[in-house]
């Protein structure tokens, strides 16, 4: 293994005398790859990624046993296509095939039932990033999935996510998620989804699939719907990884860039977002300082290709200017919340949606006063869009708080404080209830 990649596996491994961290570092990395690899091997997804599993299993076993191999990712590969072999030797009527994949691999290398191997047989460039992930994203996104099977598949088989970390990252018990991901392989093999990367024609119709399922797994670790904390850091962290391996292997898409920029702009904001006991920051309080620049200039460099790669902004690319209006301003008062309305504007004509109405409504109160928004508000209220969500009641609960309208605005964030779902939210919310209350 080399580069950054033995860089990443000597951290992850130091204290470890079992060799199961080491296991769980190498798979992190390359698990994507390795199903890749595999499914290109045997043309069957769904046999790939239970052919990998396997070969992590066994290394659980051997690696503690007999030390970490000087190839881990390899080896790993290498059992994985052996027992490949196996399988299709039990299948009769696939002897061609087998014949087909036993070519070439000598007698070499790793047993079938997983002894240590060198896997010197295996090609492995561990710095390079090929079609083979690729094919995985546009699979594990494919539009015959349900969204929630789309995000349980990314997270398996892009992320290396185990079970029991999907359950945990979409709130489900485990053996919920173990199915959403069984009947994924099942519907992509009932489908005849083939393993390759789309053409140029199907790639741009379904690059968007993919784009959804990142910012969706994004969206859930920067404000977690439910739960004790307000971010999930694994889940925001998955996203954008994901989105950068995304970048380097379709770099001619603007709106890959857009969404990169939309996800760093917004974790840079990450470190000043809570105090050290967890209890949320709002952005008027913030210190700044403690923005993540590194994170803004990443952002700021991916929104400037987007717009360079692209013919105007797109959906997640305006969403990312947005955020980058935040990302360069001193103080909330020194924002360009004009800017920010146009924004927002532009946003809505391009991909309509009632939230992107409720945060213009915000921009305009800051832009213009609370005034200018409350119609905005009272529109949204009014067309039951939003009558599930916690974010319209608390919107308006503070627009009318800010007009002088104490009694209406306690109502509404009372209304709020019921229909959110997270602990560290919620107790904002009744803190400015309580606030209005006193004050009243």
Same mark, same amino acid.
């Given at each position: 293994?080399?580069? /950054?990649?033995?860089?990443?596996? =000597?951290?992850?491994?130091?204290?470890?005398? %079992?060799?199961?961290?080491?296991?769980?570092?190498?798979?992190?990395? &390359? =698990?994507?790859?390795?199903?890749?690899?595999?499914?290109?091997?045997?043309?069957?997804?769904?046999?790939?990624?239970?052919?990998?599993? #396997?070969?992590?299993?066994?290394?659980?076993?051997?690696?503690?046993?007999?030390?970490?191999?000087?190839?881990?990712?390899?080896?790993?590969?290498?059992?994985?296509?052996?027992?490949?072999?196996?399988?299709?030797?039990?299948?009769?009527?696939?002897?061609?095939?087998?014949?087909?994949?036993?070519?070439?691999?000598?007698?070499?290398?790793?047993?079938?039932?997983?002894?240590?191997?060198?896997?010197?047989?295996?090609?492995?460039?561990?710095?390079?990033?090929?079609?083979?992930?690729?094919?995985?994203?546009?699979? =594990?996104?494919?539009?015959?999935?349900?969204?929630?099977?789309?995000?349980?598949? %990314?997270? +398996?088989?892009?992320?290396?996510? %185990?079970?029991?970390?999907?359950?945990?990252?979409?709130?489900?018990?485990?053996?919920?998620?173990?199915? @959403?991901?069984? +009947?994924?392989?099942?519907?992509?093999?009932?489908?005849?989804?083939?393993?390759?990367?789309?053409? *140029? &024609?199907?790639?741009?119709?379904?690059?968007?699939?993919?784009?959804?399922?990142?910012?969706?797994?994004? %969206?859930?670790?920067?404000?977690?719907?439910?739960?004790?904390?307000?971010?999930?850091?694994?889940?925001?962290?998955?996203?954008? @990884?994901?989105? !950068?391996?995304? =970048?380097?292997?379709?770099?001619?898409?603007?709106?890959?860039?857009?969404?990169?920029?939309?996800?760093?702009?917004?974790?840079?904001?990450?470190?000043?977002?809570?105090?050290?006991?967890?209890?949320?920051?709002?952005?008027?309080?913030?210190?700044? +300082?403690?923005?993540?620049?590194?994170?803004?200039?990443?952002?700021?460099?991916?929104?400037?290709?987007?717009?360079?790669?692209? @013919?105007? $902004?797109?959906?997640?690319?305006?969403?990312?200017?947005?955020?980058?209006?935040?990302?360069?301003?001193? /103080?909330?008062? &020194?924002?360009?919340? #004009? !800017?920010?309305?146009?924004?927002?504007?532009?946003?809505? !004509?391009?991909?309509?949606?009632?939230?992107?109405?409720?945060?213009?409504?915000?921009?305009?109160?800051?832009?213009?006063?609370?005034? *200018?928004?409350?119609?905005?508000?009272?529109?949204?209220?009014? /067309?039951?869009?939003?009558?599930?969500?916690?974010?319209?009641?608390?919107?308006?609960? #503070?627009?009318? /708080? +800010?007009?002088?309208?104490?009694?209406?605005?306690?109502?509404?964030?009372?209304?709020?404080?019921? $229909?959110?779902?997270? &602990?560290?939210?919620?107790?904002?919310?009744?803190?400015?209830?309580?606030?209005?209350?006193?004050?009243?």
């Amino acid at each position: 293994m080399a580069g /950054s990649h033995r860089s990443a596996l =000597s951290a992850s491994t130091a204290g470890d005398p %079992t060799g199961r961290a080491a296991v769980a570092a190498v798979w992190r990395i &390359e =698990s994507a790859r390795i199903v890749g690899a595999l499914a290109r091997y045997t043309g069957d997804f769904a046999l790939a990624e239970d052919l990998a599993q #396997e070969a992590l299993a066994e290394a659980l076993v051997t690696w503690p046993r007999d030390g970490v191999p000087d190839n881990p990712a390899g080896w790993l590969l290498t059992v994985g296509r052996r027992r490949a072999i196996d399988a299709f030797r039990r299948r009769s009527a696939l002897d061609a095939k087998y014949a087909t994949l036993a070519h070439g691999l000598g007698e070499g290398g790793a047993t079938s039932g997983g002894g240590p191997a060198e896997a010197d047989d295996v090609p492995w460039d561990p710095d390079q990033i090929d079609d083979d992930v690729l094919a995985l994203m546009f699979i =594990s996104c494919h539009p015959v999935l349900s969204r929630e099977a789309r995000v349980a598949l %990314t997270l +398996r088989v892009v992320g290396g996510l %185990t079970s029991d970390e999907i359950a945990k990252a979409c709130l489900v018990p485990t053996a919920t998620a173990q199915a @959403r991901i069984t +009947r994924a392989k099942k519907t992509l093999g009932a489908a005849g989804v083939p393993f390759e990367v789309p053409t *140029a &024609e199907e790639r741009a119709a379904r690059l968007n699939s993919v784009l959804n399922v990142i910012y969706l797994i994004f %969206t859930e670790g920067s404000t977690a719907s439910s739960g004790d904390d307000l971010i999930r850091f694994d889940l925001a962290g998955e996203a954008q @990884r994901l989105a !950068r391996v995304l =970048s380097r292997l379709v770099p001619d898409q603007p709106e890959v860039f857009g969404l990169l920029a939309l996800l760093e702009l917004t974790a840079a904001r990450f470190p000043a977002r809570t105090r050290p006991d967890g209890e949320p920051v709002l952005l008027d309080q913030q210190d700044r +300082r403690r923005w993540d620049r590194a994170a803004i200039r990443r952002g700021r460099a991916a929104l400037a290709r987007a717009e360079k790669v692209g @013919r105007g $902004l797109g959906a997640y690319g305006l969403q990312a200017a947005i955020a980058e209006c935040h990302a360069v301003a001193p /103080s909330v008062e &020194e924002t360009n919340w #004009e !800017r920010i309305v146009l924004l927002y504007e532009a946003l809505g !004509r391009l991909a309509p949606s009632p939230v992107v109405d409720l945060n213009r409504a915000v921009a305009v109160s800051m832009a213009g006063g609370p005034a *200018a928004a409350l119609p905005i508000v009272d529109g949204l209220a009014g /067309s039951d869009a939003l009558a599930n969500s916690y974010l319209l009641p608390s919107v308006r609960g #503070e627009l009318l /708080s +800010r007009l002088g309208r104490a009694d209406e605005a306690r109502v509404e964030l009372a209304r709020a404080v019921e $229909l959110c779902g997270n &602990e560290r939210e919620r107790a904002v919310l009744e803190r400015k209830l309580d606030d209005l209350t006193t004050s009243g």
